[in-house]
């Protein structure tokens, strides 16, 4: 099959499903534990260095920037060989197998069991490989798709969303809930895979026909997968399923992940080419008609009298304009102060989430719920963390191209929507946690999609990678604050004197409220964004 755009995507699709590795510590986490005979603190310092090296993607941004931010084009059929989005992918596969191959030699008493400082620094390098992986396939399929950015995040990061739940259903069904085994196989599996199609995930500058419909073909697949999961979810937490069960379901999940390639077929059995001569490249377009910004309607007019691609052209046209006076650096970003209304707006959005999924499970205890209960608590998080991810994109997508709304505005709406999350979790009412943990999961997910496409949008493509790794270290920063300085602090006091437990909505009641009022913040932030960025968002109106 022909190398384009749309098998990069592809691949880029198979390689974060896989790369999800650090959602499943949950999973193998008992075990060790017990083997490093660590009491809960350890292990929760541990966990922190997961966090951070899972969000602190610098390095990755950095070196996506040096060896792939500008294709290479012009050096013949191994031009790939210079450079581009595979050595970012080698520098995260060598990462992965070294820090889940050593822990995994710890668990199994291999090697001397290590002191705290160097498992803290194998989970930390085992989840820095998440970043280079992600910083790859987002940006490269950025650049591959630059006229439905928010759409093709939202689809690389539902998939990355998705991928925790897709490496347990590959652990249960082979290694029948062994958890060392787990540690071994988040050594291999993402490695090899990673290595197998890093050198398909290729950028390519040529416009396509019909983009929007072959990426809600993506999309499509995507939501059968999360619906698929679900629906096994629920059948395993009825019934107990035989061997020969789970490995047919193992199977229609492998065939569920192959269908992508179906959209390749039939994106590039069309002819991408057929276009105008004055819209063959976003490129073009600026350099051909530089009047569009001071013209009026008929310019759109005339563009809309191509009768074979009006929809595409007009959409190329917004892309184009919707790009900054200058590509910035991160130093020029960091010395803006879009960059730090963007930060502190995700300290309150996605700190106060992932603070949430840290302590569901306790809230769940302190309310009465079943272990049953709190696991599916857990399992629906995933899927609305998905689900914002994918609709974030795509919806902030279709305002933005259609109707010439700020991405930004959509920012406000989720953590308008996340400050109600957490109102509902704090009231204590029947169900509350149910409703209040799909809120808050939902725009949780969304910030992961609408963040690195407005550090795009403003910031520029050319060192989007390290911009928006660097943004994404506000999430472990307010989950540290919100988690042990807010939530953890008010637990302990309540719990005082009742054992180390505490049981009521008084034991996290308050927490919650203070949560609320933090993403209220961070509405108000976000609002600021959009205001400055009113102008810049205001260019693509005309074609509205």
């Not at 989005?85 to 191959?101: D, E, M, R």
């Not at 082979?174 to 050594?187: D, R």
């Not at 200058?326 to 970003?333: P, S």
């Not at 989720?414 to 799909?438: K, R």
Request: net charge neutral; aromatic share 12%.
């Amino acid at each position: 099959m022909e190398s384009s755009k749309w098998l990069a995507a592809v691949a880029s699709i198979w390689i974060q499903c896989s790369s999800g590795a650090s959602y499943a510590f949950g999973i193998y986490s008992p075990v060790l534990k017990s083997t490093q005979f660590y009491d809960q603190s350890t292990l929760d310092t541990v966990s922190v260095f997961k966090d951070i090296g899972a969000n602190a993607g610098i390095l990755s941004g950095l070196l996506y920037t040096a060896v792939a931010a500008k294709p290479r084009s012009g050096r013949g059929r191994f031009s790939f060989l210079h450079g581009g989005p595979w050595i970012v992918h080698l520098a995260g596969a060598i990462q992965c197998f070294a820090g889940y191959f050593f822990m995994w030699l710890a668990v199994t008493g291999t090697i001397k069991r290590p002191p705290v400082t160097v498992m803290s620094l194998f989970m930390f390098i085992a989840a820095h490989a998440q970043t280079f992986l992600n910083t790859a396939n987002v940006v490269a399929a950025v650049q591959n798709f630059p006229d439905h950015s928010g759409t093709i995040v939202g689809i690389m990061k539902g998939f990355l969303g998705l991928s925790g739940a897709i490496l347990i259903q590959v652990y249960q069904t082979i290694f029948n809930n062994n958890p060392s085994s787990l540690i071994l196989m988040l050594a291999l599996l993402p490695t090899i895979v990673t290595l197998m199609l890093m050198f398909l995930v290729t950028v390519h500058e040529t416009p396509s026909r019909n983009e929007e419909k072959y990426l809600q073909g993506f999309l499509l697949v995507s939501l059968v997968i999360a619906a698929y999961l679900l629906f096994l979810w629920i059948l395993e937490n009825v019934f107990v399923f035989p061997e020969w069960a789970k490995i047919i379901t193992l199977l229609v999940l492998f065939a569920l992940l192959c269908s992508p390639i179906s959209v390749v077929v039939k994106a590039q059995s069309v002819d991408l080419e057929r276009l105008p001569p004055s819209v063959t490249s976003s490129t073009s377009l600026l350099i051909d008609e530089p009047e569009w910004e001071s013209s009026d309607k008929l310019a759109v007019e005339n563009i809309m009298d191509y009768d074979e691609v009006p929809t595409d052209t007009v959409q190329r046209k917004a892309s184009s304009i919707l790009q900054p006076d200058e590509q910035k650096n991160l130093w020029q970003a960091m010395c803006t102060i879009d960059f730090w209304l963007l930060f502190v707006a995700m300290i309150c959005g996605m700190g106060s989430g992932l603070a949430t999924i840290n302590n569901i499970s306790q809230i769940g205890e302190s309310l009465g719920y079943t272990t049953l209960a709190r696991s599916t608590l857990v399992s629906l998080w995933s899927i609305w963390n998905f689900l914002g991810r994918l609709g974030a994109g795509y919806v902030s997508d279709i305002f933005l191209l259609r109707r010439g709304w700020p991405r930004p505005l959509f920012m406000v709406f989720t953590l308008a929507a996340m400050t109600g999350g957490h109102v509902i979790i704090a009231s204590g009412f029947p169900g509350n946690l149910y409703v209040g943990s799909l809120l808050v999961g939902v725009c949780y997910g969304s910030q992961w999609s609408l963040m690195p496409t407005i550090s795009k949008e403003i910031f520029g493509v050319v060192h989007m990678g390290t911009i928006f790794n660097t943004i994404a270290i506000a999430s472990p920063v307010g989950s540290y604050v919100l988690s042990v300085r807010v939530i953890g602090y008010i637990y302990d006091k309540e719990a005082s004197g009742e054992g180390n437990s505490c049981f009521g909505t008084h034991c996290f009641m308050l927490s919650y409220f203070i949560l609320a009022s933090v993403s209220l913040f961070g509405v108000v932030v976000a609002l600021a964004l959009f205001y400055r960025t009113r102008r810049f968002y205001s260019r693509v109106l005309m074609l509205c």
